[in-house]
């Protein structure tokens, strides 16, 4: 049986694979090629940041230990530029945890640990693809919670007339949110419903929540928009009842 889900139809969609360990590219290399991507290959982060910038890639596969400037420099340059933000998911081994959650922040939309399955990294690499390039659902009007604003079709979000400047989760964490105000979810349901991932690392919900309270909240480290619920998980609280009724803008 072939489990290799196929990338949507059209041109081929370019991934670039950073790996400077010879036998694990090779491997990525192959299994991406066989799902039907057109790939592209950096041994080291200078290279990598060269390809990217030369090819376009759609996605970049991007291993943390890299030789020279290492996997979350690259991260962090590679989600500097203007424009939509490039795709990244890591590869990571055990033992960098705390690596791992830096390059979430950094805005990579996964990983996974080695080491891993092949198979494992294709799904990974078609989901976030989709997700990409999903195109706005067609009732994605403009949310309005008190002076919180969010406008799912553009990607914009603001506060109080100031723009938020959030990555792709922590975007769609927030509008998950707000269209569920006053209604506790747990880390798992979290991961289920704003990553579409059936089990993982609830650790990634965290470190998104903290990093969205930061953006957000008028004083992150007291929350009052994303309350946690002790042993439950999260709640939205719109920022002002009175004003925002969570209704969709005029
Ligand atoms: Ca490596």
Sequence with gaps: MDVHPAPARGPARRVLVVEDEPTVAEVVTGYLTRAGYEVEHAADGLTALELAAALRPQLVVLDLMLPGLDGLEVCRRLRAGDGPPLPVV???????????????????????TKPFSP???????????RRAEAPPPAASVAVRAGDLVVDPAARRAERGGRELALTGREFDLLVFLLRHPGRVFSREELLRHVWGWEFGDTST???HVRRLREKVEDDPAAPKLISTVWSAGYRFDPPDTRAGDGSPRP
């Design 205 to 207: 919900v965290t470190v």
């Design 119 to 129: 198979r494992e990294l294709v799904l990974r690499v078609a989901s976030v693809l």
């Design 90 to 112: 890591m590869l990571t081994a055990r033992g960098e945890e705390a690596d791992r959650i830096l390059g979430l922040e950094l805005g990579a939309d996964d990983y996974v």
